[in-house]
């Protein structure tokens, strides 16, 4: 059973526009909710994350917003550029079990110049 | 600084061989974490060491696969017979303690023919 559901598959937007990634989880012991971007041949790197005391957080061009009640976070890319086409992750841990990531299936993003 | 590492980055090995895939986590960390990635899917927990005592090993799909960490520093996941279903990319991941930034390394790609 997937822990955290990712949407969508993929996504393609025009230089300068808002991408939007979306994801859910059930387990309301989640504690922290980090986003992972990963390039083609490497490893996934650490882009931004939240814990649920906060509704928000904001770094540059992308900002998390978490929704606690809905069980629901997302990431939002601001002025995406050519250079943000990767596949994101969202992710989520939680202490009991000594901070393992259940991942979510990933979004393509495609920004076009 | 230096990042997390592994090695060997391609492996190919005929099914039913044994083989071995390092990690060097980054200096003083003292979490490390195995991930299974499949092609277009996000990475899937295997096992989690602290220093040198591995603490969860759930994430295991079978006797086959064993990993180690006994000077608390370098690990190595061991997968024996190799099949099919064991091509995927193998990703290691450390973090100063658990629950944690996690700082993944490229990861090896297993393909058994």
């Known amino acids: 059973q997937q822990q955290v559901k990712q949407s969508p598959q993929s996504l393609i937007v025009q230089k300068g526009g808002i991408s939007i990634i979306n994801c859910a989880y059930e387990?309301?012991?989640?504690?922290?909710f980090p986003w992972y971007q990963q390039f083609p041949g490497k490893g996934p790197a650490l882009l931004i994350a939240?814990?649920?005391?906060?509704s928000e957080k904001k770094e540059g061009r992308f900002t998390i917003s978490f929704n606690k009640s809905a069980k629901q976070f997302s990431l939002h890319i601001m002025d995406s550029q050519p250079g943000d086409s990767a596949t994101y992750f969202c992710a989520a841990s939680r202490g009991s079990t000594l901070g393992r990531l259940y991942f979510g299936r990933g979004t393509q993003l495609t920004v076009w110049p | 600084g230096a990042g997390v590492s592994q090695s060997p980055r391609y492996k190919v090995a005929k099914r039913g061989q044994d083989v071995a895939l390092r990690c060097d986590p980054i200096?003083?960390?003292?979490?490390l974490f195995w991930y299974q990635q499949a092609l277009g899917q996000g990475p899937e927990f295997l096992t989690y060491f602290q220093n040198e005592a591995q603490l969860d090993k759930s994430g295991l799909p079978s006797d086959r696969f064993f990993a180690e960490r006994p000077e608390g520093s370098v690990s190595t996941l061991k997968i024996q017979r190799t099949q099919q279903e064991d091509s995927a990319v193998y990703l290691c991941a450390s973090s100063l303690v658990s629950h944690n930034e996690q700082f993944f390394g490229p990861g090896t790609r297993l393909t058994v023919l």
């Open positions: 939240i814990r649920p005391d906060v």
């Open positions: 387990n309301t012991a989640f504690d922290y």
């Open positions: 200096s003083g960390h003292v979490s």
